[in-house]
């Protein structure tokens, strides 16, 4: 099992930037895919960004292409989300999640985490 504990969230003007960070403990960092997701009352969590195990490929929601970017850096097992461009639908309460086995590139259903923090709020004003 791994911890997980984001950080950076905040209330921002639409076309504002945030950057979330996740700090990863307990278990093998590096060795698992990481995502994003996101979450608003009433509705399901909904899949942000992920990034495999070693960095090198990233997937996105259509959503968020061109305006966030998900990052890695293993050696202080953390994971970022840069969020550029904000607009008022990107409000959510945003989770990092760690996919519940080792060694895959690229996973981005709900089902394929196993591993969840508490999440940070995200606010974006218009």
């Known amino acids: 099992q791994v911890q997980l504990v984001e950080s950076g969230g905040g209330l921002v003007q639409a076309g504002g930037s945030l950057r979330l960070s996740c700090a990863a403990s307990?278990?093998?960092?590096?060795?698992?895919?990481m995502g994003w997701f996101r979450q608003t009352p009433g509705k399901e969590r909904e899949f942000v960004a992920a990034?495999?195990?070693?960095?090198?490929?990233?997937y996105y929601a259509d959503s968020v292409k061109g305006r966030f970017t998900i990052s890695r850096d293993n050696a202080k097992n953390t994971v970022y989300l840069q969020m550029n461009s904000l607009k008022p639908e990107d409000t959510a309460l945003y989770y990092c999640?760690?996919?519940?086995?080792?060694?895959?590139?690229?996973?981005?259903?709900?089902?394929?985490?196993?591993?969840w923090g508490q999440g940070t709020q995200v606010t974006v004003s218009s």
């Open positions: 307990g278990r093998a960092f590096s060795a698992y895919a």
């Open positions: 990034i495999s195990w070693r960095g090198r490929s990233t």
């Open positions: 999640a760690a996919d519940k086995f080792p060694g895959r590139v690229v996973v981005s259903s709900l089902g394929d985490f196993g591993s």
